[in-house]
C-alpha cells in the first residue's frame, strides 16, 4: 500500500486536466475551438480576396485582436473565481490523506474517508 500524508493542493493543481488526453482532449476542445477557427478562416479569406480594401482588413483585424484580447480577459478572470472559490471553501485548507492499495484510490480528510 502507498500511502501520502498531508497533501494540500494549490488552486493551480486543482484546475481542470489539459495534458495527458491526446487527441481526445482535441476532439473534446473541438466546439469550442470551431468558433476561434472559423474567424481566422474569415480573416484569412478577406486578406486574400479583397486585398486592395484596406477598410475591411482593418476591421477584420481589430476584430481578430478584439476576440484574442477578450478570451485573455476571460482567461484571467475564470482563475481568479477559480482561486476564490478554493480559498472560500471550509476544506481548502486541511490537509488530505492519499491511500493507493489493493481496494483502489481512497482520499480523506480530517472528517471523512472516501468508500471503498
Same mark, same amino acid.
Not at 5 to 22: A, D, M, N, Q, S
Not at 62 to 72: C, E, K
Given at each position: ?15 481542470? +486536466?489539459?495534458?495527458?488526453?491526446? %487527441? ?9 475551438? +470551431? ?19 484596406? %477598410? +475591411?482588413?482593418?476591421?477584420?483585424? %481589430? ?25 472560500? %471553501? ?27
Amino acid at each position: 500500500m502507498i500511502e501520502i500524508e498531508g497533501v494540500r493542493p494549490t488552486p493551480k493543481e486543482l484546475r481542470p +486536466l489539459t495534458r495527458g488526453w491526446g %487527441a481526445v482532449h482535441w476532439v473534446a476542445c473541438l466546439p469550442m475551438l +470551431l468558433p476561434i477557427l472559423g474567424l481566422i478562416a474569415m480573416d484569412l479569406s478577406v486578406f486574400h480576396l479583397r486585398p486592395e480594401d484596406g %477598410a +475591411l482588413q482593418a476591421i477584420a483585424t %481589430a476584430v481578430l485582436i478584439g476576440v484574442a484580447l477578450l478570451w485573455g480577459i476571460t482567461q484571467a478572470w475564470t482563475q481568479r473565481v477559480m482561486i476564490a472559490a478554493h480559498r472560500s %471553501a471550509p476544506g481548502a485548507a486541511l490537509p488530505s490523506h492519499w491511500a493507493i492499495g489493493d481496494v483502489g484510490v481512497r482520499f480523506s480528510a480530517d472528517r471523512f474517508w472516501s468508500s471503498e
